[in-house]
C-alpha cells in the first residue's frame, strides 16, 4: 500500500495511505543500514502487518523532490515563515538567513507577521517596504478573538489559508510568535498545545516537540516545526548569497563588473538601489553580515 508519513516520533512514522488510515509503522532494517532515514513528506510503500490495529512495515521510500534538514521533512511545496510584529519583536537577521536557506533549496517562501494589533499602520508598512522588492508575499495576521475554524477577514487568516490551498507547507519561525495559534486558526480537529511568552526572557518556550503534517482538507497539508533561533548556512557558497537575494538582480546589469559581489566593488547597480531606496537597506545590511561571517568563517579554517 501507498501513502504520506505525515508524523515521526521515536522511531514511528504515522502514515496518511491511500485507504484513507492512518497506519503506525516502523522502518525496515534496510533503510539503516543504508543510511537514509524516512522523513515526515515521505511518499512510501508499506505492507500491513495488522489490519485491525493498524500497523505496518515501511518498505521503499518513493522518489522525493526536496528533503531539508532543519526543518525535517520532504516534498515541501512552499514554507510558511511566522515571526511576529512585537513580543518578540521580529530578527529580521533570523528571517533573511531562513530565506536564504529556503532559496537555495529552491523552495518559495511566504513571510506572515503576527500579532499585528500590537503594531501601528506605520510599523506594518516598513515592514511590508522591506520584503515587497524581493516579492515574498507578506500577510499580517493575529490571533486575538479568533477560534478554530471560525475567523474575520480582517484577522489575515483567511488570506493565509487562501496562499496553502493544495499545498505541503513548512510553518517554521521562533519560539512565542503564535504558529500554534494560527495552525488552530487555520484547522479545526486539532488543537495543539500553545506557549506563553516567559516575562522574564522574553521568548517562548518550546511546546512543538515534533515535526508533523496536519491535514486541512483541499489537499493541503501543514507541517508544524519546533521554533528555531539560529539558521546555518554553512552549505551555501559565499558567491551564492547574492544570487539568493530576488531583489539584487534587477540592479546587476547595471553593475561595472562581471560577477561583482555589490560591497566594495565601484559603480555597483545594487549598492546605488540601496541608496535610492530601491532595495531596502536593512535587507542589503544583512546581506554585508552574512558575507562577512562567511569571510571569517574560511578564514578560521585556514588558520586551523
Same mark, same amino acid.
Given at each position: ?69 532543519? =526543518? ?60 515587497? =522588492?524581493?516579492?515574498? =508575499? ?87 516545526? =519546533? ?78
Amino acid at each position: 500500500m501507498k501513502g504520506k508519513i505525515i508524523k515521526g516520533i521515536a522511531g514511528f512514522y504515522y502514515v496518511n495511505a491511500e485507504d484513507s488510515n492512518l497506519y503506525e509503522c516502523k522502518a525496515k532494517g534496510i533503510f539503516r543500514k543504508k543510511g537514509v532515514k524516512p522523513l515526515v513528506g515521505d511518499f512510501v510503500r508499506f505492507e500491513v502487518i495488522d489490519e485491525e490495529e493498524q500497523t505496518g512495515n515501511i518498505i521503499e521510500l518513493l522518489p522525493r523532490k526536496n528533503a531539508l534538514i532543519r =526543518p525535517a521533512a520532504a516534498n515541501i511545496d512552499q514554507a510558511l515563515v511566522i515571526f511576529a510584529v512585537d513580543q518578540p519583536a521580529p530578527n529580521f537577521h533570523l528571517l533573511d538567513r531562513f530565506l536564504i536557506l529556503m532559496g537555495s533549496q529552491q523552495i518559495s517562501c511566504l513571510v506572515c507577521f503576527n500579532k499585528k494589533d500590537l503594531a501601528t499602520g506605520k510599523q506594518l508598512e516598513e515592514i511590508k517596504r522591506r520584503y515587497e =522588492p524581493a516579492q515574498y =508575499p507578506v500577510i499580517f495576521s493575529s490571533t486575538l478573538g479568533q477560534t478554530a475554524g471560525a475567523f474575520d477577514e480582517e484577522s489575515g487568516i483567511g488570506m493565509l489559508k487562501s496562499f496553502l490551498k493544495s499545498k505541503t507547507t513548512a510553518v517554521a519561525g521562533p519560539s512565542g510568535v503564535g504558529k500554534s495559534s494560527i495552525i488552530n486558526c487555520l484547522q479545526s480537529e486539532i488543537t495543539m498545545e500553545t506557549g506563553k511568552i516567559s516575562e522574564k526572557i522574553d521568548r517562548g518556550k518550546h511546546t512543538t516537540r515534533h515535526s508533523e503534517l496536519i491535514y486541512m482538507g483541499d489537499q493541503s497539508y501543514i507541517m508544524d516545526t =519546533p521554533g528555531f533561533s539560529s539558521i546555518y548556512l554553512d552549505s551555501i557558497k559565499e558567491e551564492e548569497v547574492k544570487e539568493l537575494m530576488p531583489e539584487f538582480l534587477a540592479y546587476e546589469s547595471q553593475c561595472r563588473f562581471q560577477g561583482c559581489m555589490h560591497l566594495g566593488e565601484p559603480e555597483c547597480g545594487v549598492k546605488s538601489a540601496v541608496s535610492c531606496q530601491k532595495i531596502h537597506a536593512g535587507r542589503y545590511l544583512n546581506y554585508q553580515k552574512i558575507i562577512e561571517e562567511k569571510k571569517n568563517s574560511k578564514s578560521r579554517r585556514r588558520y586551523f
